[in-house]
């Protein structure tokens, strides 16, 4: 009796093991050495650079990106910026947690919630938000001096709007991620290169002309169908500007307030043409079941050759150059319109994301130098001859080892824009001779990328080349639309509001739901006058109300 | 002269010490965390925790107010309901006819066959069952060979309920033979002598002493699946679905993943889930009365 006492009360000691278990990590807040040189400064254009005194840490976190090709011995906590931060700034930097990247989001809230946040981290648009509201994240606009980069300043004038949306009162309370540029917002219509050839036909201006090709191909190659779709609708979408629709972006409407654009009447036109084109037969039967996957398969396979993608679609199609051969690429074309005139391309907000730095770090300047760093050497290294050529590819691992640092890693609109899409154009007229010095190492990380694709008549260096070195690449195309000023700006320039985030993407999934039944021929096109009145009776209105009070005209 | 009291402790008070460490668990994880309940009433916000501002019913208003919710309670049901069924009918019937094989070892061959896809995950079986089930798929094409024309088993949304809930009694009625073929084979086979003397057949025999008996486990394994009434398989809908069956095929929980989850937006989770919750509570009650009051059967 008194044995098995003894036994249950060891038992009821273990009790603690249950708890321990999952746990164990530890996260401080900013902490040790203070920033020496905090008002120091060296001279020239390097002024930013100056190395602490004493070793400063700085906290961050993390999430993996498996596709990184890391140097032997290396991983995300510990590799050639780490060491780099360290030779060049006296900083150690400190990862208290790496997530995948599917959990990122939730493991910062549950850091959020617990109050136990790094020095630098990176944020969602409705996080950042919240956090300053809740006066966690420190007030950056008297560190900028000091401690940003001129190229980060570049950058930041790059994307007025986008840098606009990180300011509070005045006030920079981050530094947004940034995009690539609008230009790169713009989507594309990828027509297959041989079959083109073969049917003679020019490039399509109108939809009309579109129709012509998708017969073409369809009659050359028995078997196949006329234009790829999936259950998303994304390819809908994607073909606003053919009916000058703006889908999914926030623009003004006829009386002034700040509408939705996938339940404007162009949308309507849009769905028509499609719920035609499924009855015509030149989507597949089955498009509302399969994914993107399917289509891009479907392009290998030779079964279409007509399809609405991003800039970067080479990257995805690069799997039909292999199967089908070198000629068989898919090559961009501007989307032609009902009319046949130029259309207007609908851009969205070029931001997803905010590197913010803790309140209560002690150590800002450090992390605001962090940031420039990798400015520097993604885009200023070698131009000052500092590094080397072969020392900033240990940093950029072929493009994908860049974006190791992300708590850190502003993207580049400044360098990645229309700048480096010339230089490319003028590359790719030029029998692929570099004529202009690159201005950034990226560029020339860029052009060895795609250089497999000339040199060796490799498919590896596909995805890059059709981006930018083809004589009518995807970013050239897009860089004349810019140029030309036929785009509009999404009204939401930041966060969406509370009161519509609430609703998650529920109210776009009820516009794909209805719009797939429109085009399947299940409900007719009137039905669409239905849907838009659900879809403001879900909280649609509550959402436009919301969106007119944060980012409409009266402030 | 100890007390009963005393007596008790020590009799059973070794017992309840081992269970101890298992209970203050389950109140440290399942219980404690009940306050987070109050999510649902308020506008959550992580950077403000638990002192984010109340808002009452607000999100309980919110999401009944949004048709796309109010059916998918509807199809949940629907969907649940059916899979309870075949989730027995089906398992009770095989293992009946799995009783009647003579041979062990073809016996048990069968019996791990059925049971192993129940431990594949559906994020594999959907791909299986994506190309099975597609135009030009294996399916169709027995369709095509009898004189039919194609079918669209994922994208109509009549069908959709009807294939979920076929893969997935298929997926997991292995599970449910081997509990039901080891109550058959618990039934004292003197009754099987005894009524072979009456001159009982097979089927005579079958229907009035196998099911009889088998009963209590039926009933034991339906109470235990009423509880889930309200979960109609996230994991397999989510997989396997698209916009266009949303009308018959979105449950509560693939609703509430695109609600809540997708964005962070916890507050509206919660609010599901509590109804989730309270709906449950009154139907597992329910099936507990019912147990106790049909089958004779009561779980305490």
């Keep these: ?158 994307a007025p709007v986008v840098t606009a949306s990180a300011k509070f009162n005045g006030r920079l309370m981050g530094l947004p991620t940034y995009g690539y540029g609008d230009l790169w917002q713009i989507y594309d ?92 037969g030149y989507l597949r039967k089955d498009f509302m079941a399969i994914d993107q996957r399917a289509i891009v398969g479907d392009i290998a396979a030779g079964k279409v050759g007509v399809h609405f993608m991003e800039n970067w679609a080479g990257w995805v199609y690069v799997d039909a150059v292999k199967a089908l051969g070198m000629d068989a690429f898919m090559a961009p074309y501007e989307i032609p319109t009902e009319s046949g005139k130029p259309g207007i391309f609908p851009i969205g907000f070029d931001n997803g994301a905010y590197l913010v730095v803790n309140k209560n770090s002690k150590v800002i300047p450090a992390a605001l ?15 000052q001859g500092i590094l080397t050529d072969a020392q900033v590819d240990r940093y950029l691992l072929k493009g994908e080892g860049r974006h190791t640092m992300i708590p850190i890693e502003l993207n580049d609109p400044y360098g990645n824009g229309p700048a480096m899409v010339e230089w490319a154009h003028k590359v790719g007229l030029n029998n692929y001779q570099i004529t202009e010095p ?111 009070r944060a980012y409409g005209k009266k402030k | 002269m100890p007390s009963r009291l005393q007596k008790t402790l020590s009799r059973e008070g070794p017992y309840y010490a081992l269970i101890l460490p298992a209970v203050i668990v389950v109140f440290v994880f399942h219980y404690v965390p009940l306050y987070g309940v109050v999510i649902a009433f308020q506008r959550f916000n992580v950077a403000r925790g638990f002192s984010s501002p109340w808002v009452g019913f607000a999100n309980f208003q919110q999401i009944f107010s949004q048709v796309q919710f109010l059916r998918t309670i509807g199809n949940t049901v629907f969907i649940a309901v059916l899979k309870i069924i075949g989730g027995i009918l089906v398992p009770v019937t095989f293992s009946l006819l799995l009783n009647e ?116 486990t039926v009933v034991l394994m339906t109470v235990l699946s009423l509880g889930n009434v309200l979960n109609a398989g996230f994991d397999q809908i989510y997989n396997l679905y698209s916009p266009i069956v949303y009308s018959r095929g979105d449950i509560i929980d693939t609703f509430v993943y695109r609600l809540g989850i997708v964005q962070a937006q916890y507050s509206v989770g919660a609010a599901v889930g509590l109804f989730k919750s309270a709906v449950s509570a009154v139907l597992i009650s329910l099936s507990l009365f019912l147990a106790d009051r049909f089958a004779g059967y009561w779980v305490f």
């Excluded at chain 1, 498996?66 to 510990?78: H, M, S």
């Excluded at chain 1, 490039?203 to 078997?223: C, V």
């Excluded at chain 1, 130098?369 to 131009?383: L, N, P, Q, R």
């Design chain 1, 1 to 158: 009796m008194k044995r098995l006492l003894i036994l249950a009360a060891l038992l009821v000691a273990l009790v603690p093991l249950a708890f321990a278990s999952g746990g164990g990590e530890t996260s401080a807040t900013g902490t040790s050495a203070t920033a020496g040189d905090f008002g120091k400064r060296i001279g020239g254009a390097n002024y930013w650079m100056a190395k602490f005194d004493q070793p400063v840490t700085l906290h961050v976190v993390n999430f993996e990106r498996p596709q990184t090709p890391f140097l032997p011995g290396d991983g995300t906590t510990k590799n050639e910026w780490t060491r780099g931060i360290k030779e060049f700034l006296n900083i150690d930097i400190v990862t208290d947690w790496v997530s995948d990247s599917a959990g990122y989001t939730a493991k910062l809230n549950l850091a959020i919630a617990s109050k136990e946040l790094p020095d630098v981290f990176r944020c969602d648009p409705i996080q950042f938000t919240q956090l300053v509201e809740a006066g966690m994240v420190a007030d950056l606009t008297d560190y900028q001096a000091n401690n940003l980069s001129g190229m980060v300043f570049k950058i930041m004038e790059a």
């Design chain 1, 189 to 280: 219509l990828w027509i297959r290169n041989d079959w083109m050839k073969q049917s003679g036909l020019p490039a399509p201006k109108s939809i009309a002309d579109l129709e012509k090709i998708m017969d073409s191909f369809m009659k050359a190659n028995p078997g196949s169908y006329g234009m790829g779709a999936e259950k998303t609708l994304n390819e809908v979408f994607k073909s606003g500007a053919a009916f000058n629709a703006k889908p999914r972006i926030w623009v003004d409407g006829p009386d002034g307030s700040i509408v939705y654009g996938s339940v404007q009447p162009e949308m309507k036109a849009a769905i028509a043409k499609w719920a035609e084109w499924y009855k015509k």
């Design chain 1, 369 to 383: 130098k962090s940031i420039s760093f990798v400015s520097w050497v993604c885009m200023e290294a070698t131009s």
């Design chain 1, 438 to 548: 690159a201005m950034t190492s990226e560029w020339k990380a860029q052009y060895d990328q795609a250089a497999p694709w000339w040199r060796d008549k490799s498919p590896t260096g596909y995805g890059r080349w059709i981006q930018q070195y083809y004589p009518q690449s995807s970013g050239w195309q897009n860089l004349q639309v810019i140029k030309q000023g036929r785009y509009v700006a999404t009204r939401l320039t930041g966060a969406m509001p509370a009161e519509g985030a609430a609703y998650g993407s529920t109210l776009d999934e009820l516009l794909v739901e209805g719009f797939t039944k429109i085009i399947v021929g299940e409900q007719p096109l009137s039905y669409f006058d239905t849907l838009v009145a659900q879809w403001k009776s879900s909280g649609g209105d509550v959402t436009t109300k919301a969106v007119n």
């Design chain 2, 101 to 216: 094989i003579g041979n062990v070892l073809v016996k048990r061959f069968f019996q791990t066959l059925v049971y192993l896809p129940y431990f594949l995950s559906w994020v594999i079986l959907a791909g299986v069952f994506i190309d099975m089930l597609s135009l030009s798929g294996i399916v169709n094409k027995a369709v095509v060979f009898a004189g039919g024309k194609p079918i669209q088993f994922l994208a109509d949304p009549t069908l959709f309920p009807w294939v979920m809930v076929v893969t997935d009694v298929w997926k997991g009625f292995g599970f449910g033979t081997v509990v039901y073929l080891a109550a058959i084979t618990s039934i004292d086979p003197g009754l099987y002598e005894a009524s072979l003397v009456d001159g009982a057949g097979r089927w005579m025999q079958t229907r009035r002493i196998t099911i009889p008996l088998l009963a209590p």
